[in-house]
């Protein structure tokens, strides 16, 4: 079966990144990293940086939360944690949204 130029390679990135994956999980289970410093939230600059974040991800059609995320990590406003359960938050409202869509359409 002839995969292309890359099909081998396809292989063998399977495989890294399989490992790199398990090796972060093993990393994460035996390591308790300090609590990180966050600081406090300016509403007026949290308003903004809500809106820019919806305003881009209409451009692009990417979710808000790619954006929003990150700007709650560069601004610290949330710990690594925080920002990992409130990404799962926001993925599952989507997944509600489009479930409901699918169930009415």
């Known amino acids: 079966m002839y995969t292309g130029f890359y099909g081998s390679f396809v292989f063998y990135y ?28 300016n509403t007026l600059l949290a308003v903004v940086t809500g809106i820019l974040p919806g305003y881009f991800s209409g451009l692009t059609g990417v979710g808000g939360e790619i954006f929003s995320v990150h700007c709650c990590c560069c601004l610290r406003w949330a710990s ?5 359960i409130l990404r799962r938050l926001l993925d599952l409202v989507l997944v509600i949204a489009a479930m409901k869509m699918m169930l009415t359409a």
């Open 14 to 41: 399977r495989i890294v990144i399989g490992v790199r994956l398990l090796l972060a999980a093993v990393h994460m289970l035996f390591t308790f990293p300090a609590r990180e410093e966050t600081r406090s939230v």
């Open 80 to 84: 690594m944690r925080d920002q990992a």
